[in-house]
C-alpha cells in the first residue's frame, strides 16, 4: 500500500509534522458552521465600506482543492458537503514559524479546519481571513488531476468516495435520492401506513420470477435466499390483521447488470386492505405529484432524450390494446402462439416454443411495446400465466388483475389485486413448480407456510412495489442505475487485470 512515489512523500510530510508537535490526524475538533452557512450568515459584509467584519469569529472546516502561494500569503479553496469558499492565511495572521510549517506541509486533499473572519477580496471574492488552522487530516493518496482526473466511468463507480470528492454533481444526485426516500416514507405514514421490517434471509426463494443468491445458516445447518421480495411476508401481515403495510428495503436477484438493473436494489413494497389496483393507480399518480412539487421539478422532465409530460393523468391501456396500439399487432396475431412465434422468428429474435401463450405475449410485450411507452402510462390486466401472485379477472379468466407502470420506457411500479384464494393460490404454485421442472430458473417456488396463512383468510388487499433505484434514475435525469447506488455492483479488479492480460 502507498509505494507510489508521491504517496510516500506525503507520508514523509506526515512524519515531519509529527515530530514538530502537530498531529496529522487529530481528534475532539468542532466546527461552528457549514461553509453554506458562513456564506449566508455573513453575507451582509457584501454592503459594508470595508467588506469585512474582524469583530466576527468563525471556524469552518474543508478539503483542500486548491493552493496558491503568494510571497508570504496563501489562498486556498476549501469544499466542505454544502459548497466551496475562499481561505486566506499569511505570515502576519499565523505568525511565521506555522506559516512556514503549513506552506511546506499542506497539500491539495488535506482537510482543515479554519477559523477567522469574513471579508472579500480586491476582486470581490467572499473569503475567510484565517487566524488560527488546524490540520484536521493528512491525505496520503494525491486527489486526480483536476481537468483530467477520474474520467474513466469504472473508475467512478469503484472508488465512488474519489468520484464525490472531484464531482459536487454526484453528491448531490445522492443527496436527491436520500430526500426520494424520505418523502415516500412521508408520503404513505401520512395516509396511515405503517413501516414494517420483513425477514433478508428467506427459507424458500420466492415473492417474484428471479433467480435468488443462496447462502448457507450455519447455525440452522439450511440453505438460505436472500430475498428476491417481501411480497409473500407483507401478505402475512395482512393476514395477521393491519390493513396498511409498507416496507422500503433492498432485494438481490442473481441475474445479469446493465442500464437498469443491479443485483442488489431497492424497492418499495406496499399493501392495502380493502383497496383494490384501481386505488393504487391513484395514489401512485398521487406520490409522482408530491415529489415532483417538493423537488421543485415542473411537470416535464427530460431524461435520456426523452421529454416526459406528467401534466395529465397517467394513461391507463390494457395489454393486449398496447399491443395492438403501440406494438402495432393484429388480434389475429397476438392470439395465436403459432403467429407470435413465427412474428419473431422473422424478426430475429428468439423465442423457447414450449412457452405458453401468455408468455409469448410477454415476448411481444418486451420486443414491440416497452420503449414506446414515454409519458407514465399504466398497463391493466396482465396475462394471468406471468402473474402466479395476482388476483384471476372474474370478467376474464386468462388475465390478472395487475398493472405496471412505465414512464421513459421503462418499468417502474408493479402492482395487483392481491390472490386471496388458497386453493386457487396452491394450484399456481403447482403451476410454477412444472415450469421449474420445465427449465425456468426464475419460477417461484412452492411456499406451503404462505398457502396456510392464505387459509386462515386475507381481506380483499391490493398491493404495488416501486423500484427507488428506477425512480430516482428518472428524477435525476441519469440513463445508468449506477450513477444513483453509491457502491453498484463491480467486477472484481483482479479478475479484469487478468483478462486483460489474456
Excluded at 395465436?336 to 409469448?360: C, M, P, V, W, Y
Amino acid at each position: 500500500m502507498f509505494e507510489n512515489v508521491l504517496e510516500q512523500q506525503r507520508i514523509q510530510k506526515a512524519q515531519e509534522l509529527r515530530q514538530t508537535g502537530v498531529h496529522p490526524y487529530p481528534h475532539f475538533l468542532k466546527k461552528d458552521a457549514s461553509i453554506k452557512n458562513f456564506k449566508r450568515q455573513f453575507s451582509y459584509i457584501q454592503n459594508t465600506e470595508e467588506k469585512r467584519d474582524a469583530s466576527a469569529s468563525v471556524c469552518i472546516a474543508g478539503r483542500l482543492k486548491l493552493l496558491r502561494i503568494a510571497g508570504k500569503s496563501i489562498f486556498a479553496n476549501i469544499e466542505d458537503e454544502s459548497e466551496n469558499t475562499q481561505i486566506y492565511f499569511s505570515k502576519d495572521s499565523l505568525g511565521e514559524e506555522k506559516y512556514n510549517l503549513f506552506k511546506k506541509n499542506l497539500e491539495v486533499g488535506d482537510i482543515v479546519i479554519a477559523k477567522g473572519y469574513p471579508f472579500l477580496t480586491k476582486t470581490g471574492e467572499f473569503s475567510l481571513r484565517v487566524s488560527e488552522l488546524i490540520l484536521a487530516a493528512k491525505a496520503i493518496v494525491p486527489l486526480p488531476e483536476k481537468y483530467h482526473g477520474l474520467t474513466d466511468i469504472e473508475q467512478r463507480y469503484r472508488k465512488r468516495y474519489v468520484d464525490m470528492i472531484m464531482n459536487t454533481e454526484v453528491r448531490r444526485d445522492f443527496i436527491l435520492r436520500s430526500r426520494v426516500v424520505s418523502l415516500i416514507r412521508r408520503f404513505f405514514e401520512d395516509r396511515g401506513f405503517l413501516e414494517v421490517e420483513t425477514p433478508m434471509m428467506h427459507p424458500i426463494a420466492g415473492g417474484a420470477n428471479a433467480k435468488p443468491f443462496v447462502t448457507f445458516h450455519n447455525a440452522l445447518g439450511v440453505e438460505r435466499f436472500l430475498r428476491i421480495a417481501p411480497e409473500l411476508y407483507l401478505k402475512r401481515l395482512i393476514v395477521g390483521g393491519f390493513e396498511a403495510v409498507f416496507e422500503i428495503g433492498r432485494c438481490f436477484r442473481n441475474e445479469g447488470m446493465d442500464l437498469t438493473h443491479n443485483p442488489e436494489f431497492t424497492t418499495i413494497e406496499f399493501y392495502w386492505a380493502y383497496h383494490n389496483y384501481e386505488d393504487l393507480m391513484d395514489l401512485t399518480e398521487e406520490l409522482f405529484v408530491l415529489l415532483l412539487r417538493e423537488l421543485d421539478l415542473g411537470q416535464r422532465l427530460e431524461f435520456d432524450g426523452m421529454s416526459i409530460d406528467f401534466s395529465k393523468p397517467f394513461e391507463r391501456i390494457t395489454y393486449k390494446d398496447a399491443l395492438k396500439k403501440y406494438g402495432d399487432l393484429s388480434e389475429a396475431l397476438i392470439e395465436s402462439r403459432e403467429q407470435i412465434l413465427t412474428k419473431l422468428k422473422n424478426d430475429g429474435f428468439e423465442a423457447n416454443e414450449g412457452l405458453d401463450l401468455g408468455h409469448l405475449q410477454a415476448e411481444l410485450f418486451d420486443r414491440y411495446v416497452e420503449d414506446k411507452l414515454i409519458n407514465p402510462t399504466f398497463i391493466v390486466d396482465f396475462p394471468l400465466s406471468i402473474s402466479p401472485l395476482s388476483r384471476r379477472s372474474e370478467s376474464d379468466e386468462s388475465i390478472a388483475e395487475r398493472f405496471e407502470l412505465f414512464i421513459g420506457g421503462k418499468e417502474l411500479a408493479n402492482g395487483f389485486n392481491e390472490l386471496n384464494d388458497p386453493l386457487d393460490q396452491y394450484e399456481r404454485f403447482l403451476k410454477q413448480i412444472e415450469a421449474k421442472n420445465a427449465g425456468d430458473e426464475e419460477a417461484c417456488e412452492m411456499d406451503e407456510d404462505f398457502v396456510n396463512a392464505l387459509g386462515y383468510g386475507m381481506a380483499p388487499t391490493a398491493g404495488e412495489g416501486i423500484g427507488i433505484d428506477r425512480l430516482v434514475m428518472l428524477l435525476a435525469g441519469k440513463k445508468s442505475i449506477r450513477d444513483v447506488i453509491l457502491f453498484p455492483a463491480m467486477r472484481p479488479l483482479k479478475l479484469e487485470l487478468k483478462e486483460d492480460k489474456k
